[in-house]
């Protein structure tokens, strides 16, 4: 009988005891019971412990950051051990994969366990990356997160951003763009404040690092209650006085900037405001001391900071230098360790010219891209082009990687000291782009490689939680490229295809890389307009290119009327829902043409019944495509062209 022994106590080897235990159980459903036992002298049955447990040497930096893994095992037992507790959960989910299960998408039934025994194993590896997350974006029910973590826990991934988490479930409850069809449910905060708590819990059990944060402190500054945030959106509720006179000054106006308190700066130059700010987010961090890494941020759109007179004397920079000192200091009193993350976003993308951080060791700098094209990205041949000269709200947002990653190389430059990882954007509305997610998912790959020219441990992606549409591919490459850097793309995608299609998985690549040729990322980003004043996507000769979209989906669509009865269930449910994906690539594409043509009267009526159309299907596909983000991405589609000037 096979046994398993914990040889140290802890809550996250615990839990990685009884997930080798299940796992083992299924591999081998009539090998009877497995037993679990706490025995620090364990020298039979598979022992999981903590490299000290074991002597075997540590060749990382941090102990309790850097994730490595080794195993020795035969068929009866062996060593699966970790740098840390998280890291003898990875090594048995790695175990595992040897053994030939895959963790395909989340859920159960989206997990690939063969029938087989256990053979020798001998593996050691480090991470290639420090940090390796995602955060809860896009449109999730508690569930869907949920499931979620678990998967990302079986994809080697180590850090997972909770940032104020109810907008997002309030997208998914409100069934947002589907309210037709699917009535908007009311969602109260206190509750999701409890949610929040029970992800917490659920990723400390894995030994995740937890990130906090992120936008929504102006707004509490300012003396918003968050609450109120979508009356003030519909103009419902008037500004106070005293708020009023918080808020940043345009054109010689003190208002809500676009009719909403977190796009809305607040006047930095008022010191009781700043200090405001570090004193709040000092006590929220001492609240919560699960939160491993936390974002500092500003308001969450760029150019509308403060003209008044005194606040134009500073850049947006330099007084965000001034809040991150305040709240190291205050943090540091208290003895609270949190790493806190400088985003280099929006106005303050552009280094400070005169704030020096006092303390760089609890900063890491953090290079958000928000608006950067994912036709390009950047190689050890890059030349990085000057930055331009910051204008107060009058400045160009960068277009491409390239300029981007120049401001946060000047942000390097002035604090070498601090760490550096990548805050991407890949899992949100660009992958509505690549409706094939073909392409999307070599960017990823690419993108990836690339971080570590750039000195950066990692990446944290701002995404949606449901990225499997037409599979999760694009979502597993993430993970698979940041456990290790030298896996070969091309051998990656075979395994995964194979597995969650079986044999005729080609066919279903084929057609999917088609379809992602067909439309085009750089198009569908607005990239190869011929005549801008007909909009960012006037184009007619690529109308031809999307129509070929519509031979591919057909052919998937037979494909997948040929394939109604895998077996394998991943398998099953992946063909079915092929069947929604091929209607949704077909409509799609005859939005697209009328795009192409510049007819956006008949494009925006073809889009409302796509919409509607594809909204009768969400009970049915909601965990695998996140409906509202991707009706919000294409929606710009029809968006009218600008108006001259």
């Not at 903590?50 to 990382?60: C, K, S, Y």
């Not at 763009?177 to 969602?187: Q, V």
């Not at 299609?501 to 890389?513: P, R």
Request: hydrophobic content about 35%; aromatic content about 12%; proline content about 5%.
């Amino acid at each position: 009988m096979l046994t398993i022994q914990k040889v140290r106590a802890d809550c996250t080897i615990d839990f990685a005891a009884e997930e080798l235990k299940k796992y083992l159980r299924m591999m081998m459903p009539k090998a009877g019971e497995i037993k679990i036992s706490y025995d620090p002298q364990a020298t039979e049955g598979f022992r999981l412990g903590l490299f000290a447990d074991f002597n075997i040497p540590f060749e990382g930096k941090d102990i309790d950051l850097d994730d490595v893994v080794h195993i020795e095992t035969t068929e009866d037992g062996g060593i699966l051990a970790g740098s840390n507790p998280r890291s003898v959960l990875f090594a048995v989910y790695r175990f595992l994969k040897i053994h030939g299960c895959r963790f395909l998408f989340p859920g159960a039934e989206g997990e690939f366990i063969p029938r087989t025994q256990v053979k020798p194993v001998s593996y050691h590896h480090a991470a290639s990356y420090r940090y390796r997350g995602h955060t809860t974006e896009g449109a999730p029910s508690l569930e869907q997160v949920l499931i979620y973590i678990d998967y990302h826990a079986k994809q080697e991934l180590n850090a997972y951003g909770l940032y104020e988490i109810y907008p997002y479930h309030n997208i998914y409850y409100s069934h947002r763009y589907n309210e037709e069809l699917r009535p908007p449910e009311p969602l109260d905060r206190d509750v999701v404040e409890q949610w929040d708590v029970l992800c917490q819990a659920e990723l400390t059990k894995r030994g995740m690092q937890i990130c906090g944060g992120g936008h929504g402190w102006t707004d509490r500054v300012a003396g918003f209650d968050l609450k109120d945030r979508a009356a003030y959106q519909r103009g419902e509720k008037q500004l106070t006085e005293e708020i009023r006179s918080r808020l940043a000054m345009i054109n010689g106006v003190r208002g809500l900037y676009r009719n909403d308190p977190s796009y809305t700066q607040i006047c930095m130059s008022q010191k009781e405001l700043r200090d405001k700010y570090v004193e709040l987010m000092a006590d929220y961090l001492t609240e919560n001391p699960l939160l491993r890494h936390s974002s500092v941020l500003l308001a969450d759109l760029p150019m509308n900071h403060c003209e008044c007179e005194e606040c134009q004397k500073t850049t947006p920079s330099d007084f965000y230098v001034t809040l991150l000192n305040g709240i190291d200091e205050k943090l540091t009193q208290r003895g609270v360790k949190t790493k806190l993350h400088i985003s280099a976003y929006t106005d303050c993308m552009f280094p400070p010219v005169k704030e020096k951080l006092r303390n760089p060791d609890r900063f890491i700098l953090k290079a958000t891209p928000i608006s950067r094209s994912y036709s390009s990205g950047i190689d050890e041949n890059t030349v990085y082009p000057p930055m331009q000269e910051y204008v107060r709200n009058k400045w160009t947002r960068p277009k491409n990687a390239t300029e981007y990653y120049s401001y946060f190389r000047g942000w390097q430059a002035l604090f070498p000291e601090c760490g550096s990882l990548i805050y991407e954007y890949h899992y949100w509305w660009p992958q509505y782009k690549d409706p094939g997610s073909v392409r999307m998912s070599h960017r990823v790959y690419t993108d990836a490689l690339s971080w570590k020219l750039l000195n950066a441990s990692g990446c944290i992606q701002d995404g949606s939680n449901k990225s499997f549409w037409p599979n999760g591919f694009v979502d597993h490459i993430y993970g698979a490229v940041l456990w290790d850097d030298s896996i070969d793309y091309e051998e990656e995608l075979e395994d995964y295809y194979r597995h969650i299609y079986g044999e005729d998985w080609k066919t279903v690549y084929d057609c999917l890389l088609g379809i992602s040729d067909a439309f085009d990322h750089s198009y569908m980003s607005g990239e190869k307009s011929l005549d801008a004043t007909k909009g960012r996507y006037y184009n007619p000769g690529h109308a031809k290119s999307v129509l070929g979209a519509k031979a591919y989906a057909n052919r998937l669509l037979e494909a997948a009327s040929r394939h109604m009865s895998m077996t394998v269930r991943p398998q099953s449910l992946c063909w079915r829902l092929l069947l929604r994906y091929g209607e949704y690539i077909l409509q799609l594409a005859d939005v697209v043409e009328q795009v192409c043509l510049g007819n956006l009267e008949e494009a925006t009526k073809l889009f409302e019944a796509f919409r509607l159309e594809m909204g009768k299907y969400t009970y049915e596909t909601e965990r695998f495509f996140d409906f509202a983000p991707a009706i919000k991405s294409l929606s710009y589609l029809i968006a009218p062209p600008p108006k001259k000037k």
